[in-house]
C-alpha cells in the first residue's frame, strides 16, 4: 500500500512542480486539499510511531523511519531538478551540508524525545504538547531582536494553562508524566528547527535540506540504536507498516505536500490547516487505538488549540499590516 501512495502522490507532484515552473495561478482549493493531507498523515503518523514502540525501541525506530523518509526525497529531488532544469549540484553545495547537518541534529532530538515520549504517554497528548512549539518560537525570537506582540504573550499562557489541564492530574499536583514532559522538550527543540529552517531555506532548497537533515538524523539514531539498544530483525520487520507508513508517508509524501500546498495557500490559512495535526492525531488514536482522553484532558485540548489558532490568526494580521 505505501507503495501505491507514493506512485498516486509522484504524478501530482510532477505536475504541481510543473505549474510552479510556468507561473500557473494560485489554487486555493488545491492547497487547501494538499495541506488538510499534510496534517492528517502528519496526526495520523502519530499512531504508526505509538504501534511501532510496541514492536520495537525508540532509537531502532526512528532511525530506520528517518532513513525511509531520506531516501523518498530522493527520488522527489531528482525529479524537481529535471524539471525546473536546474543543475542539482547548485543545490547540493557545502554551505548546504551544513546547513542539513545542524538542521539534522536538531531534528535528532527533537523526533527521539517525542518517539520515547510515546513509552510513557499517549499519541493524542503528546500531538497537543508537541504543538507548543507554535508557542516557544516567538519567545525564542527575542533572542533574536524580534518583537513579540501582547495577544501572543496572552495566547502562551493559554497555552500553558491547557497543558497544565492537559498533563497535571489535580489529585497529584506536582507528579508529571515522563513521556509528558519528554514531549514538552521535544516541542521546544522542533521551535529551534522552525527558526533555523526560516533563516536557512532562503538560500538553499527546501526539499535537499529536508533530505540531507532525515539523512543526518537517521544515520545518528541508527548508531545509538546499536549503542544503547539491542536491534532485532525480526522484531523489525513485524513494525514495517509503521515504519513504511512513518517513513514514506510522513516524513516524505507530507512534507513535499506542505511545500507544494503553501505555494497554493495564503499564509493564514496554510498554518490554521497546519494545525490540525493535532486534531487529526487525537480522532486517528480514538478510532485505532481506542484511546480516550478524560474531560479534563479534552479541556485542556480545547483550551491549547483555541491558543494555536489565536496566536497564527494575530501573527498572520501583524505580518499583513506590516506589508501593507
Given at each position: 500500500?505505501?507503495?501505491?501512495?507514493?506512485?498516486?502522490?509522484?504524478l501530482?507532484?510532477?505536475?504541481?512542480?510543473?505549474?510552479?515552473?510556468?507561473?500557473?495561478?494560485?489554487?486555493?482549493?488545491?492547497?487547501?486539499?494538499?495541506?488538510?493531507t499534510?496534517?492528517?498523515?502528519?496526526?495520523s503518523?502519530?499512531?504508526?510511531?505509538?504501534?511501532?514502540?510496541?514492536?520495537?525501541?525508540?532509537f531502532?525506530?526512528?532511525?530506520?523511519?528517518?532513513l525511509?523518509?531520506?531516501?523518498a526525497?530522493?527520488?522527489?529531488?531528482?525529479?524537481?531538478?529535471?524539471?525546473?532544469?536546474?543543475?542539482?549540484?547548485?543545490?547540493?553545495?557545502?554551505?548546504?551540508?551544513?546547513?542539513?547537518?545542524?538542521?539534522?541534529?536538531?531534528?535528532f532530538?527533537?523526533?527521539?524525545?517525542?518517539?520515547?515520549?510515546?513509552?510513557d504517554?499517549t499519541?493524542?497528548k503528546?500531538?497537543f504538547?508537541?504543538?507548543?512549539?507554535?508557542?516557544?518560537?516567538?519567545?525564542?525570537?527575542?533572542?533574536?531582536?524580534?518583537?513579540?506582540?501582547?495577544?501572543?504573550?496572552?495566547?502562551?499562557?493559554?497555552?500553558?494553562?491547557?497543558?497544565?489541564?492537559?498533563c497535571i492530574?489535580?489529585?497529584?499536583?506536582?507528579?508529571?508524566?515522563?513521556?509528558?514532559?519528554?514531549?514538552?522538550?521535544?516541542?521546544?527543540?522542533?521551535?529551534?528547527?522552525?527558526?533555523?529552517?526560516?533563516?536557512?531555506?532562503?538560500?538553499?532548497?527546501?526539499?535537499?535540506?529536508?533530505?540531507?537533515q532525515?539523512?543526518?538524523?537517521?544515520?545518528?539514531?541508527?548508531?545509538?540504536?546499536?549503542?544503547?539498544?539491542?536491534?532485532?530483525?525480526?522484531?523489525?520487520?513485524s513494525?514495517?507498516?509503521?515504519?513504511?507508513?512513518?517513513?514514506?508517508?510522513?516524513?516524505?509524501?507530507?512534507?513535499?505536500?506542505?511545500i507544494?500546498?503553501?505555494?497554493?495557500?495564503?499564509?493564514?490559512?496554510?498554518?490554521?490547516?497546519?494545525?490540525?495535526?493535532?486534531?487529526?492525531?487525537?480522532?486517528?488514536a480514538?478510532?485505532?487505538l481506542?484511546?480516550?482522553?478524560?474531560?479534563?484532558?479534552?479541556?485542556?485540548?480545547?483550551?491549547?488549540?483555541?491558543?494555536?489558532?489565536?496566536?497564527?490568526?494575530?501573527?498572520?494580521?501583524?505580518?499583513?499590516?506590516?506589508?501593507?
Amino acid at each position: 500500500m505505501p507503495i501505491k501512495c507514493i506512485i498516486d502522490y509522484i504524478l501530482p507532484l510532477c505536475y504541481n512542480l510543473k505549474a510552479m515552473k510556468t507561473g500557473e495561478n494560485k489554487n486555493s482549493i488545491k492547497g487547501v486539499a494538499l495541506l488538510l493531507t499534510t496534517a492528517l498523515i502528519w496526526g495520523s503518523s502519530f499512531v504508526a510511531q505509538s504501534l511501532g514502540m510496541e514492536k520495537i525501541e525508540a532509537f531502532t525506530f526512528n532511525g530506520i523511519r528517518t532513513l525511509i523518509g531520506g531516501f523518498a526525497l530522493i527520488p522527489v529531488i531528482l525529479v524537481k531538478s529535471r524539471i525546473t532544469k536546474a543543475p542539482l549540484k547548485a543545490s547540493l553545495n557545502k554551505d548546504a551540508i551544513k546547513r542539513g547537518l545542524l538542521l539534522g541534529l536538531v531534528f535528532f532530538a527533537a523526533s527521539n524525545l517525542q518517539q520515547f515520549a510515546f513509552i510513557d504517554s499517549t499519541s493524542g497528548k503528546i500531538a497537543f504538547i508537541t504543538s507548543l512549539y507554535m508557542f516557544f518560537v516567538p519567545l525564542l525570537g527575542l533572542f533574536l531582536g524580534k518583537r513579540v506582540p501582547l495577544l501572543t504573550w496572552l495566547c502562551v499562557v493559554l497555552g500553558f494553562i491547557g497543558l497544565y489541564f492537559l498533563c497535571i492530574r489535580p489529585d497529584q499536583p506536582t507528579a508529571i508524566n515522563r513521556g509528558d514532559f519528554l514531549a514538552f522538550l521535544c516541542s521546544f527543540f522542533f521551535a529551534i528547527h522552525i527558526l533555523l529552517v526560516e533563516r536557512f531555506s532562503v538560500k538553499t532548497d527546501g526539499t535537499v535540506l529536508s533530505c540531507l537533515q532525515f539523512f543526518v538524523s537517521g544515520t545518528i539514531s541508527v548508531i545509538c540504536m546499536f549503542i544503547f539498544e539491542s536491534p532485532d530483525i525480526d522484531a523489525i520487520l513485524s513494525a514495517t507498516q509503521p515504519l513504511l507508513y512513518s517513513g514514506l508517508m510522513s516524513c516524505g509524501v507530507a512534507y513535499t505536500f506542505q511545500i507544494i500546498g503553501q505555494k497554493y495557500t495564503e499564509a493564514t490559512l496554510a498554518s490554521l490547516l497546519m494545525c490540525m495535526e493535532s486534531v487529526f492525531a487525537v480522532i486517528t488514536a480514538a478510532i485505532i487505538l481506542g484511546e480516550r482522553m478524560s474531560a479534563r484532558e479534552a479541556i485542556g485540548c480545547i483550551i491549547m488549540f483555541a491558543a494555536i489558532i489565536i496566536s497564527q490568526i494575530s501573527g498572520a494580521r501583524k505580518s499583513k499590516s506590516s506589508q501593507t
